[in-house]
């Protein structure tokens, strides 16, 4: 019994310090790109009788092989939505800034808007187009757009709107970008149209672009860096580079692409992550659409997205449509947007016990209005489905109590036959009733739900900055005084104190260090997942008392 024992307890230990190593330093490995195929090239069709946008005329006669763009300054365009407020720049008709207005960089005083622009998913300027082996002038460093507006305001009043772009090259070629808005919603309906009035053919390869970059943050600070890497606390990264390609999600990190990688079969969508936020484009069409990602430093890189290469000869046109999500990794909001956006929140394994959570702790919090009182109640939920097998595991910790005589005469007496000794106790164990794996049955059923809960205060937006009471103004951080880690290892120790011992004293003192050294991994650990374990603990205290009681 003293092996099986040892070896029980052993393996759930081992079981839970395998899946945390795993969570921090482990992930699936990316499958391999699709093999390349040659996509049919995008129709052109003939230009109509009128211009394409009214009130901007296309342009006449090709000038001559040496004519250049001009570098000139260009000049902001302000959308403004009860969202975000987004800049763009005339030159490039590149996004210049994109302040949400619900989220903030830090809780009190000082806090400002996120700016997915330049902070959270990007450096500056992360979206436009580019125009690939083409045989005219395009630089969207130089190019200055004439706009439809100075400024886009939308509400109540006004669900959505439209901005129109538009450029015409030397060569002859006219490109307009138009871009509808929503007031109610973090998404961009582009449309990217070429037209050649010229007297040759033209060709390129219209791409639109977002250039992100490697993104992690950390929050508190504590000593259970040392269990999980050294950084600083409770800091949450993912792969910044996502897409979903053949219904299946993608996450790459910049690291581990050399040149290039490209995807040309089944393109959902594809765009750059940080723990909260994504931008992501999405094809209206996946035929013939192919995601290229590339490393533009060791932080940095550009994801780039279109259609093959397009023949335009004269008097013809080319249109290509796409969306854009820029805004929180919010599970409804994705859900709502479609194309399947929803799996950009990947919880990985636990992900089918991940969901569900956040769903009862946001039916919680509608009643409650706080989400540490909806992690108490879920708690208190999980209690109430596991008390039955936990009943099961504390009076067979009472059983095994009762057998500590004989066991100890059976260890005695077969010392040195250990073959005869495991026998023996099967028999006994089989007097008594009793299987001594159901004293570790709550807590291996309880790992995955810790685990899932872990994944949800670490990558779920509707937890950051959620505040409790006191002290405690961050449910996804770690306490920045320490005090639930320590009020969960007390709680924890009093636990283990209560429960019946198997009398071996080894494995006794084993079972008190536990709590010891979970608290230390606990200090990092965002305070909600401490908050579920310390109600845990208490709820468990009561259950033990209720039982010694009836069963004395």
């Known amino acids: 019994m003293q092996d099986m024992e040892k070896r029980a307890l052993l393996a759930v230990i081992i079981s839970l310090i395998i899946l945390m190593v795993y969570m921090e330093y482990f992930a699936p490995k990316t499958p391999p790109p ?28 090709p000038p001559g092989p040496q004519a250049t763009i001009q570098k000139q300054p260009g000049k902001d365009i ?3 939505t009860p969202l975000y407020t987004a800049v763009f720049d005339t030159r490039g008709g590149q996004l210049k800034s994109w302040k949400v207005k619900k989220y903030f960089d830090k809780i009190g005083e000082g806090a400002r808007p996120i700016d997915l622009a330049t902070e959270d998913l990007s450096a500056g300027y992360p979206l436009g187009l580019v125009v690939t082996e083409a045989n005219f002038l395009f630089d969207p460093n130089a190019a200055v757009f004439q706009t439809s507006l100075e400024r886009l305001e939308l509400g ?6 439209t901005l129109q772009f538009s450029w015409e090259s030397p060569d002859g070629l006219k490109i307009i970008q138009q871009m509808t808005f929503y007031a109610d919603r973090y998404q961009v309906d582009l449309q990217l149209t070429m037209l050649n009035p010229s007297g ?13 970059k490697n993104f992690k ?21 993912v792969p910044p580079f996502t897409a979903l390609v053949k219904k299946e999600l993608q996450e790459i990190e910049i690291k581990e692409v050399k040149g290039e990688k490209r995807f040309k079969e089944n393109v959902h969508w594809g765009g750059f992550q940080s723990v909260y936020f994504l931008a992501a484009l999405v094809p209206k069409r996946m ?4 995601l290229i990602f590339r490393p533009t430093s060791d932080l940095t890189g550009e994801v780039q997205i279109g259609g093959p290469k397009v023949s335009l000869p004269p008097g013809t046109q080319f249109s290509q449509s796409y969306l854009l999500y820029l805004g929180p990794k919010d599970l409804d909001l994705l859900k709502a947007f479609g194309h399947d956006l929803d799996r950009a929140l990947d919880f990985g394994w636990f992900d089918i016990i991940a969901k569900p959570i956040l769903y009862v702790m946001r039916f919680f919090y509608r ?6 009182l909806a992690i108490i109640f879920l708690t208190i939920l999980i209690k109430i489905l596991f008390w039955w097998p936990t009943n099961l595991s504390y009076r067979s910790m009472k059983e095994m109590k009762k057998m500590q005589p004989e066991l100890a005469k059976l260890r005695e007496k077969y010392a040195g036959d250990r073959e005869r000794l495991n026998k023996e106790m099967m028999d006994l164990y089989r007097r008594y009733k009793f299987n001594p794996m159901t004293g570790c049955l709550p807590m291996a059923l309880q790992i995955p739900i810790f685990f899932a809960l872990y994944k949800v205060l670490l990558y779920c937006i509707e937890l950051r900055h959620q505040p409790f009471y006191g002290w405690i103004q961050d449910l996804s951080a770690a306490d920045p005084y320490y005090i639930t880690p320590i009020l969960m290892g007390g709680s924890w120790f009093v636990q283990q104190w209560m429960t019946p011992t198997t009398g071996d004293p080894a494995q006794a003192k084993m079972m008190l260090i536990m709590p010891v050294i979970f608290t230390f991994m606990f200090l ?21 008392i209720y039982i010694n009681k009836k069963t004395s």
Do not use: H
């Not at 943050?217 to 990264?237: I, P, Q």
């Open 34 to 61: 699709p093999k390349e195929k040659v996509a049919a090239p995008e129709k052109t069709q003939p230009l109509p009788p009128s211009p394409a946008t009214p009130g901007i005329p296309l342009s006449g006669p």
């Open 78 to 80: 302000t959308v403004d």
């Open 156 to 161: 109540p009043s006004q669900k959505n709107g």
């Open 200 to 212: 040759k053919s033209l060709e390129g390869r219209p791409l639109f672009r977002w250039s992100g």
């Open 217 to 237: 943050t950390s929050s508190g600070s504590g000593m259970g860096c040392l269990f999980f890497g050294g950084n600083g606390g409770t800091g949450a990264s």
């Open 287 to 290: 035929e013939g659409t192919e």
């Open 367 to 372: 009643y409650t209005g706080n989400y540490g």
């Open 524 to 544: 990092s650990f965002p305070t909600g997942l401490v908050l579920y374990w310390l109600v845990q603990n208490l709820l468990s205290i009561g259950q033990q």
